[in-house]
C-alpha cells in the first residue's frame, strides 16, 4: 500500500509514512464536526487500523465510524474520546490565533 503524506513530494511506504508522523508529533487543527472526521480518518489509516478494528479497539460500531468520517453524524464527546484512545490520540485545546482587524472569525 503506497500513502501519499501531504508536503511531501514522492509516495511513501505506510511505515515509512507512520515513522514521519511520528517524528514530526504531528498536530492538526479541527474547528468543526468535517475537519475533526478529517481527522480521525487520517490517523486511523495511518495506523493501517480498518474501520471494523478501530470499532472493536474503541466499542464504536463499524457502521457509527463509518458514518462519522464522512460526516454524516455527529459523534458525542464518549464517542469521540472512545476513538481518541482507540487510536493512541489525546485532545488539546488551546485558543485561537488572533485574527487582524476587519477579518470574520471562522
Avoid at 22 to 33: G, L, P, Y
Avoid at 68 to 74: K, W, Y
Wanted: charged share 25%; glycine share 6%; hydrophobic share 35%.
Amino acid at each position: 500500500m503506497k500513502l501519499y503524506l501531504n508536503g511531501y513530494k514522492k509516495r511513501l511506504p505506510l511505515q515509512g509514512a507512520l515513522e514521519m508522523e511520528k517524528q514530526k508529533q504531528v498536530r492538526i487543527t479541527a474547528r468543526d464536526q468535517n475537519q475533526l472526521a478529517n481527522a480521525l480518518k487520517r490517523f486511523r489509516t495511518l495506523s493501517g487500523m480498518t474501520q471494523w478494528e478501530l470499532s472493536q479497539k474503541s466499542g464504536v460500531r463499524q457502521h457509527r465510524i463509518s458514518l462519522i468520517e464522512s460526516g454524516r453524524q455527529n459523534p458525542t464527546m464518549p464517542t469521540i474520546f472512545n476513538l481518541l484512545a482507540a487510536l493512541n490520540l489525546e485532545m488539546e485545546l488551546k485558543p485561537r490565533p488572533a485574527k487582524p482587524h476587519g477579518k470574520k472569525e471562522d
